[in-house]
């Protein structure tokens, strides 16, 4: 049983660049949260997918957006990078439809470096 | 918004010995989850423990244990017979039961060394 898989593992851009993340879900689940994860903090929350449809935002600009495809795999775009946006970039599914669970189960993330 | 703080960055344990780590969190709701993850150097964050709220039995699973006090808002983390592999950063995580919102809110986390 796969888990949750993101990639690329790493990634280096530089400032005002455009950046796009891949995450598939657990299998059986059909929901995928994105959460950024800065050096020595916990994850805070960007958003959620579900149905193709981002149903939940977190308190990030408009540079982040998503994309959920009918497989339920979901990617993270984030337009004009800054240094701030350096970052480990974490993936975490769920079901949200029939059989809900209350877990999250997470990928091992993307390192996104921005110089 | 839910608060999560976790007031110990780091702490150490002898291994074999029991080692707490300690949660509070701030809600006004009265249904929610509350997990523990640990991410070791992989950085694969992965579920340790969970407890539902409206259960007043704390959760265990193997060496991990949780004192769940919902008046006063705690939930720690309790790690038996410490073992090497348990050398980690630890988050505490709340979630809501809301149908609306299950986001996660996580706290700064708690690195955990074990000592041979």
């Known amino acids: 049983d796969a888990g949750v898989t993101q990639s690329p593992t790493h990634l280096i851009k530089t400032r005002g660049q455009q950046v796009t993340l891949r995450c598939s879900p657990k299998?059986?689940?059909?929901?995928v949260s994105w959460y950024q994860q800065a050096l020595g903090q916990g994850p805070q929350f960007i958003f959620q997918?579900?149905?193709?449809?981002?149903?939940q935002r977190g308190n990030f600009p408009d540079r982040f957006s998503g994309h959920q495809f009918p497989n339920y795999s979901s990617e993270l775009n984030v337009n004009a990078l800054l240094l701030g946006d350096s970052a480990l970039y974490l993936c975490?599914?769920?079901?949200?439809?029939?059989?809900?669970?209350?877990?999250?189960?997470f990928g091992p993330g993307t390192r996104l470096t921005v110089l | 918004a839910q608060t999560v703080t976790q007031s110990q960055p780091e702490m150490s344990v002898q291994e074999a010995e029991t080692v707490t780590l300690s949660c509070t969190y701030d809600?006004?709701?009265?249904?929610?989850?509350l997990f523990w993850y640990k991410q070791p150097p992989s950085r694969q964050m992965i579920l340790v423990i969970r407890?539902?709220?409206?259960?007043?039995q704390n959760a265990t699973e193997n060496r991990f244990s949780v004192n769940f006090q919902k008046a006063a808002k705690s939930f720690s983390l309790k790690i038996s017979d410490s073992q090497l592999g348990d050398a980690a950063m630890y988050f505490c995580?709340?979630?809501?039961?809301?149908?609306?919102?299950?986001?996660?809110?996580f706290g700064t986390g708690t690195s955990l060394t074990v000592i041979p």
């Open positions: 809600t006004s709701e009265s249904d929610y989850y």
């Open positions: 997918y579900y149905e193709e449809e981002e149903r």
């Open positions: 995580a709340y979630r809501s039961d809301s149908n609306t919102g299950n986001q996660f809110y």
């Open positions: 975490a599914s769920s079901t949200r439809g029939s059989g809900a669970t209350d877990t999250q189960y």
């Open positions: 407890q539902e709220a409206y259960k007043q």
């Open positions: 299998s059986g689940h059909d929901t």
